[in-house]
């Protein structure tokens, strides 16, 4: 679920949700790593931006959960959070959630 190939730096969609709620749900067990995990997620943001159309629901669930967590403890820095946003804002056009009748 990492890099397809030693040459390319693509994280194939399940690849990216996971390392992104693994991120959240270790930090959320108590550990002092949010600054950490909202690194992690704008990462994982940006990346999941260029291709949404290749996620499927259960994986833009565990990454909005994983940015809601990060950002619920006060770690998100701005870019972080306009990442995170951006991204979710563009799945759910995707998916016709809040789209004009």
Known sequence: HGPRSEG???W???????????AAKVCSRG???YAMAALV????????LLRLEAFKPQELS?????F????????SSSLTGRRATATL??????AGVGAPP
Do not use: K
């Open 31 to 33: 550990t002092d790593c």
């Open 89 to 94: 804002q563009r799945a759910a056009l995707l």
């Open 12 to 22: 194939c969609p399940q690849g990216l949700a996971n390392v992104a709620w693994a």
């Open 8 to 10: 390319e730096a693509q």
């Open 41 to 48: 997620c704008s990462a994982v943001a940006a990346e999941a």
């Open 68 to 75: 809601a967590t990060v950002h619920r403890r006060g770690e």
């Open 62 to 66: 565990m990454m909005a959960w994983a």
